[in-house]
Each structure stands twice: as C-alpha cells, then as structure tokens.
T-cell receptor, first 112, second 114 residues
Framework: NAGVTQTPKFQVLKTGQSMTLQCAQDMNHNSMYWYRQDPGMGLRLIYYSASEGTTDKGEVPNGYNVSRLNKREFSLRLESAAPSQTSVYFC???????????FGEGSWLTVV | DQQVKQNSPSLSVQEGRISILNCDYTNSMFDYFLWYKKYPAEGPTFLISISSIKDKNEDGRFTVFLNKSAKHLSLHIVPSQPGDSAVYFCAASRPVGGGNKLTFGTGTQLKVEL
C-alpha cells in the first residue's frame, strides 16, 4: 500500500537548471496538491488540482508549473531553479470529501 | 496574509501532563479544521479533525476544540507522552472547484520531557 509516492527524494540542482518532481497516488483521490515547507513558514501551497483536468495556483506559485497527467499523477516542474527554491516539497492527495489530506514523504531539493 | 496562525513556535511539557496547542484563523469561509503531526524527515500525518458545525471532537488522548465566534481552535493531548514530541500543524479547509483547499499554520514544535 504505497499511498502517495514522490520522486526523487533528494536532489541538488545548479541555479538555472530545470527539473520535475513526480507524484503518484494509488488512493483513487480526486484532489492533489504540492506544498513546500520552509523553516518558520509552515506548509505553503504551491499549486493544487481539485480534480483531474484542473489546476490552480496556491499561495506561492511563482517559478513553478504543474501538470495533472491523469487521476493518479501530479508533477511539479521548476523551469529555471533559483536558490530561493531550496526547500522540502510535499505532494498530497485528498478525496474531496471529508477534507483529510494524505502526504507523501517529501522531496528535499537544494539549489546551489 | 497569514489566514491560519499558530503563535507559539514551541511548547515544552512534562510527560503525563496536558499539552495545549493553539491555532487562530481569519477566514470565515473555512468549514473544516484539521491537525497534523510531523516527525523530522517524514511527511505530515493526519491526527484529528473537526467540522465547523461542531465544537469538540475527541479521539483517544487527543481532543480538538473549536470556538467559531473567536475563530480559534485548540488541540489537547492528555496525557502527553515522549512519542508525542513532533511539530504540530493546524490546517483549515474550504471547498473550491470540486475539491478542497487546505491552508496550514506555521507549526508548533512540541517537546514532551521525561
């Protein structure tokens, strides 16, 4: 029972490089989310997809793009990484009913 | 604009005593509130939730209280155990576009001491 799977778990990028964080869920949930966690800032929503075929900006979308590839997968892309994007990234899913969100284990990204 | 606030970044409690974690919110559109627990190097895990139509929800050692008029909720842990040491995030949810949007507070680091 994998739940929410994120890859990669760790990544070091140089400023200006691009990369995609992958997220897949086997919980048949409608909604998917990308959050970042920074010290003293809590969990901030980057983008979310309320249901398959839709995506919307969250609190801190600048510098990111997302793709809801299908019901299972929701990817986060950094087109030109900046040191300010050094963070821990969490993918999450929810049924859309009951509101409980289930998180992946996180992806640690460092931009140098 | 921080819509969900946890004003205490840390809390230290003795084992066996009560831990009280507080959370305030500003958006009256929130209709569901949740608490998450996070250990280092792991994703947050769901702990307990409460609907805006209730004022209390209890699950074992964990109780969440909601005061809508004050836009305040709290998490009580009784008795506190060393394994409860973690960061606790308060979250508030509102419906949007067929799903839900969760807004998190900044977290409170709870340390339960022996």
């Amino acid at each position: 029972n994998a739940g929410v799977t994120q890859t990669p778990k760790f990544q070091v990028l140089k400023t200006g490089q691009s990369m995609t964080l992958q997220c897949a869920q086997d919980m048949n949930h409608n909604s998917m989310y990308w959050y970042r966690q920074d010290p003293g800032m809590g969990l901030r929503l980057i983008y979310y997809s309320a249901s398959e075929g839709t995506t919307d900006k969250g609190e801190v979308p600048n510098g990111y793009n997302v793709s809801r590839l299908n019901k299972r997968e929701f990817s986060l892309r950094l087109e030109s990484a900046a040191p300010s994007q050094t963070s821990v990234y969490f993918c999450a899913t929810a049924t859309g009913i009951g509101n409980t969100i289930y998180f992946g284990e996180g992806s640690w990204l460092t931009v140098v | 604009d921080q819509q969900v606030k946890q004003n205490s970044p840390s809390l230290s409690v003795q084992e066996g005593r009560i831990s009280i974690l507080n959370c305030d919110y500003t958006n009256s559109m929130f209709d569901y509130f949740l608490w998450y627990k996070k250990y280092p190097a792991e994703g947050p895990t769901f702990l307990i939730s409460i609907s805006s139509i209730k004022d209390k929800n209890e699950d074992g050692r964990f109780t969440v209280f909601l005061n809508k008029s004050a836009k305040h909720l709290s998490l009580h842990i009784v008795p506190s155990q060393p394994g409860d040491s973690a960061v606790y995030f308060c979250a508030a949810s509102r419906p949007v576009g067929g799903g839900n949007k969760l807004t998190f507070g900044t977290g409170t680091q709870l340390k339960v001491e022996l």
